[in-house]
């Protein structure tokens, strides 16, 4: 279920920049080719992964398990290229939630659903506003998150 979430959230993420695209059309084909190709490299790590080891091998792999598959395949270096990969997903994956994360409050307010300070944008046609308001929002979050971690370790 959680794999399904995130390929969808791909898709969400294409719908709600769609907006700055210069050709409409553009969106849809992005869309189409996006999701086609998360299916095959969804369907290509499963058939590979029954491959390459026994199930009940691949059962007990720790995760990311994939490493563990890679090492089978590559040896020491697959580990690497699975590690690597993960920390440009997880960047990727970070800077498109800061980007869907603006970008919905600017276009709430340019439907004047939200303040019309969330539509400021500086010289580039970002939404500066949002930018800064968002994003203050999550590393608040994210402090708080901690501190109650910290604080419920110490009781």
Known sequence: ML????????????????ARARNKQDVGRATLLAVLSALAVYLLVTLLSLGVVPRSEL?????????????????SWGEIVIAAGLIIS?????????????????????????????????????????????????????VLIWLTAQITTRC
């Open 3 to 18: 794999i399904t979430l995130w390929v969808f959230i791909g898709v969400e993420g294409a719908v709600v920049v769609s």
């Open 59 to 75: 059962a007990e792999i720790r995760n990311p398990s994939m490493a563990g598959l890679m090492v089978n395949m590559m040896g």
């Open 90 to 142: 997880v960047c990727g994956a970070y800077l498109s939630w800061t980007i869907m994360a603006a970008e919905v409050p600017y276009l709430a307010a340019t439907h004047k659903a939200f303040p019309r300070l969330f539509a400021r944008t500086n010289k580039n046609n970002a939404p500066s506003a949002s930018l800064w308001l968002t994003n203050v929002s999550v590393q608040a979050s994210l």
